[in-house]
């Protein structure tokens, strides 16, 4: 498959007083260039 790019982003939620959400974060992936976008798709195309 090769290198892959990720762009990465987290989003967390809550404050911190807030004890229900306070650890709660969500990492997002997403393809940095062309090939990444292609080989992911690809790789999604072979799970079907």
């Known amino acids: 498959m090769g290198r ?4 990465t982003t987290i989003t967390v939620f809550g404050a ?3 004890l229900t959400v306070s ?5 997002t992936l997403l393809p940095a260039d062309a090939a990444t ?3 992911l798709h ?4 072979s799970l079907g």
């Open 4 to 7: 892959l790019a990720f762009i």
């Open 42 to 45: 690809a790789l999604y195309a």
């Open 16 to 18: 911190p007083h807030d």
């Open 23 to 27: 650890e709660l974060a969500i990492e």
């Open 37 to 39: 976008a292609q080989a």
